[in-house]
């Protein structure tokens, strides 16, 4: 199936690792011309090693997105680069888990600033620039998808702010893809499940003094419960991020895209 994504220009937020990652990658791979926004020097320096692409398919800003300030220049400092921007993908930000009793006002807002303020000013830029922009013969101005996570959906005590961040998240995704898709743009989202990035480590951590196991234990654990009895990989997460940002899903909107492999049945 050709996605028609070739020459496209696409940001990934948090892109340098993980998920984000395997999002550019095969973007690229697609086609398109990638920019990729992280805090990190380091890790955007490792992507691009890895990557192997020219400066005309690939480009790298270094940005802390919880600043909107930051993020606007890192959107418009791409499109300088690149082009106007066609696509967004947010993959940034990471709340931490803490027991609820250690949950304090500080906790809340750091988990609300790492997860749900990166999404939002780099998406709140992207959005300014559309509102401008001509659409495409197909009535399109452009299309956003954010990865967030199961946290958003089914409560639990130990991501109580993490996961009410995430919850923010599907809630203005759906209601600014309500209000946008009259004009041509399209914002949808995907909640992962337990994948196999160094950011799952943590739940092992986590499960492992939970229940007193060693990490090996709780990590046999957890993907034996599991219904496919595996973790995700990257890339099949990446799968449905490229299938919702192309034209082959020019008719979805608004759209919660769980990929869990059954982990979290729910309505």
Avoid: C
Avoid at 125 to 135: C, F, I
Wanted: no cysteine.
């Amino acid at each position: 199936m050709d996605l028609e994504l070739e020459n496209k220009v696409v940001i990934v937020t948090g892109g340098s690792k993980g998920i984000g990652l395997a999002v550019v990658r095969q973007f690229l791979q697609e086609g398109a011309r990638v920019a990729i926004i992280s805090r990190s020097e380091e890790n955007l320096r490792a992507a691009r090693d890895s990557l192997q692409q020219s400066e005309h398919r690939l480009v790298t800003h270094a940005a802390d997105l919880r600043d909107a300030q930051q993020a606007r220049e890192a959107i418009d400092r791409v499109a300088e680069r690149l082009g106007e921007i066609d696509i967004l993908v947010n993959s940034a930000g990471n709340a931490q888990r803490r027991p609820a009793e250690q949950l304090d006002s500080e906790a809340w807002h750091a988990a609300m600033d790492a997860k749900y303020f990166t999404y939002i000013h780099a998406q709140d830029a992207v959005l300014a620039r559309w509102r401008n922009k001509q659409p495409d013969a197909a009535g399109q101005r452009g299309a956003i998808v954010n990865i967030v996570g199961t946290g958003g959906r089914v409560p639990n005590p130990s991501h109580a702010a993490g996961g009410a961040a995430n919850a923010a998240l599907l809630l203005s995704t759906l209601a600014l893809a309500t209000h946008y898709a009259r004009d041509g743009i399209r914002l949808n989202a995907i909640n992962p499940g337990f994948t196999n990035t160094e950011r799952i480590n943590r739940s092992v951590e986590h499960e492992a003094k939970r229940l007193q196991l060693t990490a090996e234990e709780a990590l046999a654990k957890m993907e034996a419960e599991l219904p496919l009895g595996r973790f995700g990989e990257p890339e099949e997460i990446a799968d449905a991020v490229l299938f919702l940002a192309s034209r082959r899903a020019s008719y979805i909107a608004g759209a919660i895209l769980t990929v869990d492999g059954a982990q979290k049945a729910i309505l």
